[in-house]
């Protein structure tokens, strides 16, 4: 007990004597100040704006581009030759990226031309800027749907949303981007089963094979798989598939 009380009589003197000094805290201050000119504003709405764009670029492309019809035919191709995960969805993704950038390319000049650069040089404000880009969007969806015989899925869309839509250049652009939508998947799916059928087949002849030799336990799939991307690659099928995709669009 005495060494106790003296070790505590030790720790009181100590910090008597040799007081320790207070860590300073930084003072934080929220104040809100005016705008002194208009143009700081004009410039955070536009950081907002670009940061806007840039969440829902991946919506953007896909809905307002050719990516959905080649990603589609895409998918067809790899579950057709019973590869799984051969070429990997990144391949499939970037190459998609890149005939997307291909066969819109008269589209982007066209709103290089008539909206970002006049946009840039502060000749139009950002309204007509959105409202020319959308006119060149609007221009290649409805070409597709009127080169596609599928101006259709428009006037049901707008008979389901009770609007009253005569001809396919009044339809909105929210109804009109559904509709193209819907030509892309429609579009691709064709493109799929056209793929899909000689892939069939294969698999049809080697099934009729086994069956007939007896081998009941081998899968035919795993048969016809090597038979089938030697046919594939023999036929130049990415070529042939690509080429198709590049000229379905007009």
């Known amino acids: ?110 709103i290089n031309t008539n909206a970002l650069q006049p946009y840039m040089d502060g000749k139009i404000t950002y309204e007509e800027f959105f409202s020319r880009t959308m006119a060149a969007v609007r221009k290649f969806m409805i070409s597709e749907l009127v080169n596609h015989h599928n101006e259709d899925n428009v006037f049901v869309l707008a008979k389901a949303l009770k609007q009253d839509v005569q001809k396919i250049e009044d339809a909105p652009d929210s109804l009109l981007t559904s509709a193209f939508v819907l030509g892309e998947i429609e579009i691709g799916f064709k493109m799929g089963i056209l793929i899909y059928v000689p892939f069939i087949i294969i698999d049809m002849v080697v099934a009729s094979i086994l069956l007939s030799l007896g081998m009941i336990m081998i899968p035919p799939v795993l048969v016809s798989l090597p038979f089938k991307v030697l046919i594939f690659v023999l036929a130049n099928g990415w070529e042939s598939v690509i080429v198709s995709l590049v000229k379905s669009f007009g």
């Open 1 to 110: 007990m005495k060494k106790i009380a003296t070790l505590l009589f030790i720790l009181m003197l100590t910090t008597s004597f040799f007081p320790q000094d207070e860590v300073p805290i930084p003072g934080i201050r929220i104040q809100v100040t005016p705008n002194q000119s208009p143009r700081d504003l004009v410039a955070t709405l536009e950081i907002l704006l670009v940061l806007t764009v840039l969440t829902l670029a991946p919506s953007i492309l896909m809905l307002f581009t050719s990516f959905t019809r080649i990603i589609i035919v895409f998918s067809f191709v790899r579950n057709a030759l019973g590869t799984r995960q051969v070429p990997p969805n990144q391949v499939l993704i970037g190459l998609a990226l890149v005939l997307t950038f291909f066969i819109m390319q008269p589209t982007w000049n066209e």
